[in-house]
């Protein structure tokens, strides 16, 4: 995966001399020590697994045996794959141009977007993409959860009285408007570890039931719309739904911010180190619940394979309160990066000091905000693939791909260069075709959707 290390910096690369000068001022060295982002870079590399795993395996993932149902067993089984080769592959390049140029560190994905394509013209490509992706993520966790909890109180307690889903995602709020204060990467690598367990525990939950109920006699491999247009939409909608499924691209710059870095030790090869285990353990999780799953439901299978499994119920329900405690990590884990988007805004920009008071109103703020949007929009499998095509798909499959073109410069038709053309090629056509499914669906749910049900 090493680069060939462009003209400008090749000679000085390897030069274990090199030192990063600062010539920061002492307040904006307070300012930086502040932010989250740049708070703290003391992670070691396990750090990196945590965090990838929790960003990665996500709630999307449950939504994979819906997406096979709408794919087929040959394209559903493609899309996982070359989603999974891609995704790792733009992984490992972002991660490598943390520190291409010597003695600088592009701690924010913005940072290096702006270094290949200018200053005003790289921000504007890379934040608003990147800025789209953490609150979609964030509200399509915070209605997950939500969901999570309610299915969760139906199976331990038929008899009570049903509760209305606009509940149970401000209960999971409420755990989000504490957590929004810790300050940084590194003080939420508890609730990363607990997040990572529990989603690790509940896909092996999600296929061993499937597995325990086999193949079910209602269920077919089939089309699952009935109508050549409608199978069309649902196959646009899947790709998006299996692009959502690998989003942690949109925090990895900032993740490995945290990491100390030195010439002989550069933070790169901890979060190689990382990604790399935690991609072996994506594969473990997603690869069984989306196969198995639609190999048990078939095309009956509901947008969040939880759902459509009813026995055990002591098991079900244990594995949508381990969805619960995993979302609410994943939730902090991206809004860290919108916390320090506003933050600096604020206090660089706007000059507001960096107080306690400050960090409370802006992040209870934000938490407030996906909540009411979760509440009043709480179409998730719609949702899914909507988002997974919209603004996944650029930051995931291909921007990293056209950055690293721009900035390498590697020789037309090498093997870099044909690699990256055929993930900017595939990125670009699944950022066009999967919002047009995932809109369908959120047209089609809304017409029959009651607003604070």
Not at 60 to 76: C, Q, R
Request: charged share 15%; hydrophobic share 50%.
């Amino acid at each position: 995966m090493e680069a060939e290390i462009p003209s400008y910096d090749r000679k000085n690369y390897n030069n274990s001399n090199i030192t990063q000068v600062d010539e920061r001022s002492a307040e904006e060295r307070a300012i930086d020590d502040w932010l989250p982002i740049t708070a703290s870079r003391k992670a070691r590399w396990w750090f990196s697994t945590l965090h990838n795993i929790t960003a990665i395996v996500g709630a999307g993932v449950l939504s994979l045996p819906y997406a096979m149902s709408e794919l087929g067993w040959g394209a559903g089984v493609a899309a996982l794959v070359i989603s999974w080769m891609i995704t790792l592959y733009t992984l490992l390049q972002m991660a490598h141009m943390h520190e291409m140029v010597p003695g600088r560190r592009f701690d924010r994905y913005h940072e290096l977007g702006q270094h290949a394509f200018g200053d005003k013209l790289g921000l504007w490509i890379v934040l608003p993409q990147q800025l789209a992706c953490l609150v979609a993520v964030d509200i399509v966790y915070m209605i997950t959860g939500g969901h999570s909890l309610k299915k969760f109180h139906y199976l331990v307690c038929r008899d009570c009285k049903n509760i209305k889903l606009t509940y149970f995602i401000m209960v999971t709020a409420s755990a989000h408007f504490v957590l929004s204060q810790l300050p940084s990467f590194n003080a939420i690598s508890g609730v990363s570890l607990a997040a990572a367990v529990m989603s690790i525990s509940y896909f092996t939950i999600a296929w061993g039931a499937s597995v325990g109920k086999g193949v079910q006699p209602n269920g077919h491999y089939g089309r699952r719309s009935m109508t050549t247009a409608g199978a069309v939409f649902d196959f646009f909608s899947a790709l998006g739904t299996a692009a959502f499924a690998y989003n942690g691209h949109n925090v990895l710059m900032e993740i490995q911010a945290s990491f100390p870095s030195t010439p002989q030790r550069p933070s790169k090869k901890a979060m190689w180190k990382g990604a790399i285990v935690a991609y072996v353990i994506v594969s473990l999780c997603y690869f069984p619940v989306a196969l198995i799953g639609y190999w048990t439901f078939g095309t009956t299978v509901e947008d969040n394979v939880l759902i459509t499994l009813q026995r055990p119920e002591w098991l079900v329900a244990t594995a949508n309160m381990f969805v619960a405690v995993h979302l609410i990590g994943g939730y902090q884990l991206y809004a860290i990066p919108v916390y320090d988007m506003t933050e600096t805004v604020l206090v660089k920009k706007l000059k507001f000091k960096p107080t306690w008071y400050l960090r409370f109103i802006t992040r209870n703020t934000y938490v407030a905000l996906t909540m009411f949007i979760a509440i009043t929009f709480p179409f998730f499998g719609a949702l899914v693939g909507f988002f997974g095509g919209f603004t996944f798909a650029p930051n995931t499959y291909f921007l990293l791909c056209i950055i690293w073109l721009a900035i390498y410069k590697p020789k037309r038709f090498s093997l870099s260069w044909l690699v990256n053309w055929v993930c900017i090629l595939l990125g670009v056509l699944l950022m066009v075709v999967a919002p047009i499914g995932g809109l369908r669906q959120i047209i089609l749910q809304a017409r029959t959707y009651e607003f604070y049900n």
